[in-house]
């Protein structure tokens, strides 16, 4: 029989792996409702999925990181968070190694190439990384297991990601089943991402606990503006 920590580490894995999976039903939708990769739709999904995160992440996560440990360990954790992802991102984005969806013309003269859609997949993993890490870190945070309202918000503001992304590699020449494998690799790494972010705080003291869980949690308010 499974034992506590086992089960939490499951669970870690289990919900941000189903937070990912937006990717999957992202690109169904891109597929057989071609409509929805229009700007404006991709747009109106984005930002409530942004405006989902933002709150899930205040209530769930700062929230409880003041609370348990007070002012100054939340404070120096959504400081470092935000500003390391920052900088982390305009690293990537200079080298050229990533692409995103507000980045890239979908709706160019010429669809985009094979390395454009690759560094836009590149990108959403990326992305998904702080998503999944915050999602195994509330299974210390929150009384009765993992925030629900979290992994129902990151699998909303993946939807839009998971429609531009598809819209593109389908305009590059590729086919729907290449694309469903790249996104199940998606699934894969959130799910892998949820156990380190679990593992991150087990055992922690109450003021580690808050200042790794704010470090994530301004990573992911961050990434909604960039």
Do not use: K
């Amino acid at each position: 029989m499974m034992d506590h920590v086992g089960q939490h580490i499951a669970q870690a894995a289990l919900y941000a792996g189903f937070a990912q999976a937006s990717f999957i039903a992202g690109a169904l939708l891109a597929w057989r409702v071609p409509t929805l990769t229009r700007p404006l739709w991709i747009g109106l999904i984005m930002a409530f999925g942004a405006g989902a995160v933002i709150s899930a992440m205040s209530i769930d996560l700062v929230a409880v990181s003041y609370r348990e440990a007070g002012v100054a360990p939340t404070a120096f954790g959504v400081l470092v968070g935000g500003l390391g992802y920052f900088l982390f991102i305009r690293l990537l984005d200079r080298s050229g190694a990533i692409e995103s969806i507000a980045e890239a013309d979908l709706e160019g003269p010429r669809p985009p190439t094979a390395r454009e859609g690759r560094n836009l997949l590149i990108g959403a993993a990326v992305d998904g990384a702080p998503e999944s890490i915050a999602i195994g870190l509330t299974l210390h945070m929150m009384a009765v297991g993992v925030s629900a309202a979290l992994v129902g918000a990151v699998f909303v503001s993946g939807i839009p990601q998971a429609l531009g992304i598809s819209a593109a590699l389908l305009a590059s020449g590729a086919r729907m089943r290449r694309i469903l494998v790249r996104f199940s690799g998606l699934v894969v790494l959130g799910a892998a991402f949820g156990v380190v972010g679990y593992q991150l705080l087990e055992g922690a003291p109450h003021d580690v606990t808050a200042v790794r869980s704010e470090e994530h949690t301004s990573e992911l308010q961050s990434r909604q503006y960039l």
